[in-house]
């Protein structure tokens, strides 16, 4: 076939993204759960018929599942390959040990016939609300084997030859506490699927299916060629970076999360050797896991790749057996999010040397997986299950975003509004943090406050969060973020989780309140290049006390709000010597 023209080439790949696109918003726009329908927890894409790679990605879903997805459709191929995969099949399961993620998260794969031939697999997963479990929620920050996580479904058909199997959703919905939610994403999940393949078909009938498979060839080698290019612009060597895990929520000692990144011409190894072995508690991860948050991370410092399997072409794994990144049945990763965050953040680090014109200061490195679970007053159950944001890091170009979301994502934190129309409480506070972002030439962004009382009598609470005894790092000399801070009321006052950053357990009264203190981002640059006149209008903002303007910025605020410009440059110039 003739290479394709240049137009040609931009026109199938807008298309063939507009496809993904769709399928994110039509399970956006039928969720029940808020995780799906307001934070976007979810991803839809087009996946190679004999390989499972990664061909095109919605713009809206999970960048964390651009990797992991892949290999949750090879999954299907190895188990079910060759007359074990008919025409109108589609597959389910959430075995985190063969795709990728936790148990939360839920992948539907379909094959794609063109004219009897298996042309692709389209796929979507979503993160329920509920899977079952010793918790509400799923994030059980005390489970030690996955059992205690949730129900583990392998590969198995959910349609066979285009007819629904009843028997696997009874299943599903009897191992949920709230069933008529798990019905309503699985539907919308399917629906995603269906548009997708008529918006494929409707694709092929106008260019046909020789030329748009042949645009998904040129668009993955162009991605790697170009991933190839940015390597060889970076000065070999080998750059290191050590970061650490709060604990396990088993055991209180830190994990440590080691990364080392060799890069010799157009060839990069990221080499995990050096991280701790498998733990009891649930942040161990998956290797499939490990290999797509590493994607997502080199996706934040090559921006311009396109998202497809073409960027990891030029790129080596190792991701030793027995490692907290590589384990398997039954090791406990329902906390996989905290993992995967750390080793973003070393691969920033690791990479601020070789390419510090390209990198960021860590972000908040938390989701703060919060739950707080009762009865309404009619017996009905209720189960509030949220995540939280925080800042962003400083970065070359200016500084960190205030109170978003984490690097894995584009998702959206979910609104109070929406939080409160659907549970029994009321947030008395929701703020961004002062002083919690890193300084530097370039600030990192906020972390932000939010207090949440319960309005029903009695709930249980759960928090599986990080970032509470190790802050987020800066670059480039830049300083780190403020740490996380949990605090619940009891009648006898405020307490703290003893492990810092996860607890099961909480019981919650009428009136009472948790409290989370999000951590801010890292900071890039020397603080003593940032201008006095720009940390004047921080603490006018309120984003930068005075005293943190004084003693981190080395400026000093008048007390009309200006700089004192004499009083500042003596400061500086102490601080400099």
Not at 144 to 170: A, H, N, Y
Not at 186 to 215: C, F, K, M, P, S
Not at 445 to 472: H, S, T
Not at 526 to 534: G, Q
Request: glycine residues 12%; aromatic residues 8%; charged residues 20%.
């Amino acid at each position: 076939m003739a290479a394709l023209d240049p137009v040609t080439l931009a026109v199938l790949k807008g298309r063939l993204e507009q496809i993904a696109d769709e399928m994110d918003a039509t399970l956006f726009r039928s969720a029940f759960n808020p995780i799906i329908a307001e934070a976007h927890d979810a991803s839809h894409g087009l996946y190679h018929a004999t390989t499972g790679e990664t061909l095109v990605q919605g713009k809206s879903g999970l960048p964390i599942f651009v990797g992991a997805m892949s290999f949750a459709v090879k999954a299907v191929i190895d188990k079910f390959g060759g007359e074990g995969i008919e025409e109108g099949d589609v597959f389910i399961f959430n075995d985190p040990y063969e795709g990728g993620t936790h148990l939360s998260d839920f992948k539907l794969v379909q094959p794609f016939y063109r004219d009897g031939e298996l042309f692709c697999f389209l796929a979507s997963v979503g993160h329920w609300h509920d899977v079952g479990g010793n918790v509400p929620g799923n994030y059980n920050p005390v489970a030690t084997e996955c059992f205690q996580e949730g129900m583990m479904i392998p590969p198995v058909k959910l349609f066979s030859k285009g007819e629904m199997r009843t028997d696997v959703i009874d299943i599903l919905k009897a191992n949920s506490r709230l069933p008529g939610s798990l019905y309503g994403d699985l539907n919308g999940q399917i629906n995603a699927l269906r548009l997708g393949n008529e918006r494929l078909h409707a694709l092929l009938d106008e260019y046909g299916a020789g030329t748009v498979a042949g645009a998904m060839t040129e668009l993955r080698d162009r991605a790697g060629k170009l991933m190839r290019s940015l390597i060889r612009d970076m000065p070999d060597g080998r750059y290191s970076a050590d970061d650490f895990l709060d604990n396990d929520g088993i055991v209180d000692e830190p994990l440590r999360i080691a990364l080392d990144i060799v890069i010799a011409g157009e060839k990069m190894v990221l080499d995990f050797s050096r991280t701790s072995p498998a733990c009891d508690g649930p942040v161990n991860i998956s290797r499939s896991t490990a290999i797509a948050s590493c994607y997502v991370a080199l996706k934040h410092v090559f921006k311009d790749v396109p998202a497809n399997a073409g960027v990891l072409s030029p790129i080596e794994f190792v991701i030793p057996d027995g490692s907290l990144l590589s384990v398997s049945a039954p090791k406990p990763v329902g906390g996989y999010t905290e993992t995967i965050l750390r080793i973003i953040d070393t691969v920033f680090v690791a990479l601020s040397t070789a390419a510090p014109e390209r990198v960021n200061g860590c972000a908040y490195g938390t989701i703060n997986a919060l739950s707080l679970a009762g009865h309404r007053k009619d017996g009905r159950r209720w189960v509030m299950f949220s995540f939280f944001g925080g800042g962003h890091g400083g970065n070359p170009e200016g500084d960190g975003l205030n109170h978003g979301n984490a690097p894995i994502s584009t998702a959206t934190i979910p609104p109070m509004e929406i939080l409160e129309a659907a549970y029994p409480v009321r947030f008395t506070q929701w703020a961004l943090r002062p002083d919690s972002g890193g300084a530097g030439r370039h600030r990192g962004g906020l972390g932000a406050i939010y207090e949440i009382e319960l309005l029903e009598e009695k709930a249980d609470v759960f928090l599986f969060g990080e970032r509470g005894r190790f802050a987020p790092k800066g670059v480039v000399g830049g300083g780190a973020a403020a740490l996380n801070r949990f605090t619940y009321e009891q009648a006898d006052g405020d307490h703290t989780p003893p492990m810092a950053s996860k607890m099961v357990g909480i019981k919650l009264a009428k009136g009472q309140k948790v409290r989370l203190e999000t951590p801010g981002g890292g900071g890039y640059g020397d603080v003593l290049e940032r201008d006095p006149a720009v940390v004047a209008e921080d603490v006018r903002l309120g984003y930068v006390s005075a005293g943190a303007a004084k003693e981190t910025y080395r400026t000093i605020i008048a007390a009309d709000g200006s700089v004192d410009a004499a009083a500042t440059e003596i400061l500086r110039a102490e601080s400099a010597q």
